[in-house]
């Protein structure tokens, strides 16, 4: 009597198995981030207090825009700078893994490289994105902001900031060796980079009677990615808010367009360095 076979089990095609790697490498940086829970605290006090002390001590000196006070124009940098801490905690876990030996082991599956930076961005990104709406929604809370019809479209482009931010982190993770420089450059480049977007200070105008330095500073903050994403989280945020008298108030599809594309190409980037910096596999 011929006896049944059952057929063998298929196995998976290299994308599904990537997508498999980097959905644990993303689970992994969700649970790592959990079990700390002194990262949680940092990463939501710390802008929360900024949000708070510069508000309230800025507040008499700071020129309306569109009848805003300062605290309600800081409030799109805080969602920002919440999201840019989480990005540099995220992936300078990168460095630690590949000191620890654990990024050589994931490096030498035959998946490729883009599950490691996809599971690391998408890990910071879900983790920056919590935790910024849950700072919206303290604020929601106390009355500063208000949930409305713009809503979606603002966490969306919330995840938009978040993917670009961790984005920005590999590029700058994947080539370094040490915590310090990658902290020294992040600081250098990340924080300069969220001061010039409008997030802490108007942007200034370029008309004919502005100062050579408003001139020069109004062109690097306009030529400045995070200065849309800034404009159009302000909108979102205060959409009764009128930014017509704004000396930077680019149209919502401008906004859109370029955050897309800035997620986009960095994400971009960051794989492009990864797959030609074999050097950075390995830290002696």
Request: with cysteine; aromatic share 10%.
């Amino acid at each position: 009597m011929p006896q049944s076979t059952s057929p063998p089990n298929a196995l998976p095609t290299p994308w599904s198995a990537g997508w498999g790697a980097a959905w644990m490498l993303a689970k992994r940086e969700i649970v790592r981030f959990i079990r700390q829970p002194n990262r949680v605290t940092a990463a939501i006090v710390q802008p929360l207090l900024f949000w708070l002390l510069f508000g309230t001590g800025l507040k008499g000196a700071f020129q309306s825009v569109g009848g805003q006070n300062f605290l309600e124009f800081f409030l799109p940098g805080t969602v920002a700078l919440i999201v840019l801490f989480t990005a540099i905690f995220a992936t300078i876990s990168v460095i630690e893994d590949r000191r620890e030996g654990f990024m050589q082991s994931v490096l030498v599956a035959p998946v490729g490289r883009w599950p490691v930076l996809f599971g690391k961005v998408i890990g910071g990104s879900v983790i920056a994105w919590v935790q910024a709406v849950l700072f919206l929604i303290l604020v929601f809370v106390v009355g500063t902001a208000s949930i409305g019809a713009t809503t979606p479209a603002l966490l969306l482009m919330m995840a938009i900031l978040a993917v670009m931010m961790c984005s920005l982190g590999m590029i700058v993770a994947w080539p370094m060796d040490s915590t310090q420089g990658f902290h020294a450059i992040m600081m250098l480049g990340l924080m300069p980079m969220w001061l010039l977007s409008g997030s802490f200070f108007p942007i200034p105008a370029m008309s004919g009677d502005a100062g050579i330095g408003s001139m020069i500073l109004g062109g690097i903050m306009r030529a400045n990615p995070l200065s849309y994403v800034m404009t159009e989280l302000r909108r979102l945020m205060f959409p009764n808010v009128d930014l017509a008298n704004a000396a930077f108030a680019p149209s919502s599809i401008a906004c859109w367009t370029v955050a897309i594309v800035a997620a986009i190409m960095t994400t971009w980037i960051a794989w492009q360095l990864m797959r030609g910096n074999r050097k950075a596999d390995v830290i002696v």
